[in-house]
């Protein structure tokens, strides 16, 4: 098999490698929910999304709470969304999701980090055309008959579903988001990971030395503590 199907089920793992920085975006998640909806999760599907994460991810209830208290106080540190947009080495699309409270020091970075890998950093609208953005959910497959489960979705927005390892995968668009996180809440589902990620609608085939290449410009951006997650159009299939 292939670096770019190795790299894919690194990823599964390296998601939430790393315990202090992992908490720190999950934190920031946290704050951009907390920012835009407000801090009660029944009626905030965003950080009932960004709750669930950090529970995946093992993040203490306390520290949990503690993040939305501070989000919901006057002393909040002021987070902004930024996307950034650019080609990494050979011509592979890549988009950035930052949240970060000093825009300049963010941009600065990425374009580092684009420049040293032979890339370029490019602007809004650059490549964001190569992507859908979609709600994608992670179910653990024990116990769970997708043939049924996909009847019981489909009113709920459910677009497609993929059966990846030990892991059934939903797919819908991003206006369904909501509606798809409480059909699965009241149907008592437990998502192992719950995101609204930008798909591409085409992607690049490269040999594993050009995979490599592009991986390292990946990792580079993923290191970042103001970076959430990184998307691209490197073909990960086998």
């Given at each position: 098999m292939g670096r770019?199907?190795?790299?894919?089920?690194?990823?599964?793992?390296?998601?939430?490698?790393?315990?202090?920085?992992?908490?720190?975006?999950?934190?920031?998640e946290i704050n951009l929910a907390v920012k835009a909806g407000g801090p009660n999760?029944?009626?905030?599907?965003?950080?009932?999304?960004?709750?669930?994460?950090a529970k995946s991810a093992n993040m203490p209830k306390t520290n949990v709470e503690s993040a939305i208290k501070k989000a919901s106080s006057k002393d909040a540190e002021n987070f902004t969304e930024v996307i950034y947009?650019?080609?990494?080495?050979?011509?592979v699309a890549i988009?950035?999701?930052?949240?970060?409270?000093?825009?300049?020091?963010?941009?600065?970075?990425?374009?580092?980090?684009?420049?040293?890998?032979h890339g370029a950093l490019g602007t809004s609208g650059s490549v964001s055309y190569m992507f859908n953005r979609k709600g994608v959910f992670k179910l653990n497959a024990e116990g769970i008959d997708?043939?049924?489960l996909e009847l019981?979705?489909?009113?709920?927005?459910?677009?497609?579903?993929?059966?990846e390892e030990d892991e059934v995968v939903l797919f819908t668009d991003f206006s369904d988001f909501g509606t798809m996180q409480k059909a699965l809440e009241d149907r008592n589902i437990e998502t192992?990971?719950?995101?609204?990620?930008?798909?591409p609608t085409m992607s690049k085939k490269l040999n594993d030395n050009e995979v490599?290449?592009?991986?390292?410009?990946?990792?580079?951006?993923?290191?970042?503590?103001?970076?959430?997650n990184v998307f691209h159009t490197m073909d990960m299939s086998e």
């Open positions: 770019a199907f190795e790299f894919r089920k690194e990823r599964k793992f390296k998601r939430w490698a790393g315990m202090a920085k992992t908490f720190t975006r999950i934190g920031r999760p029944e009626y905030n599907s965003r950080l009932r999304m960004a709750i669930q994460n947009e650019g080609y990494g080495p050979h011509g988009l950035v999701e930052t949240a970060t409270d000093n825009p300049t020091r963010t941009v600065a970075n990425v374009r580092m980090y684009f420049d040293r890998s997708a043939d049924e019981e979705l489909i009113d709920a927005g459910l677009e497609d579903m993929k059966r192992t990971s719950a995101q609204l990620e930008w798909l490599e290449q592009v991986i390292k410009l990946i990792d580079k951006l993923e290191e970042d503590d103001d970076v959430l």
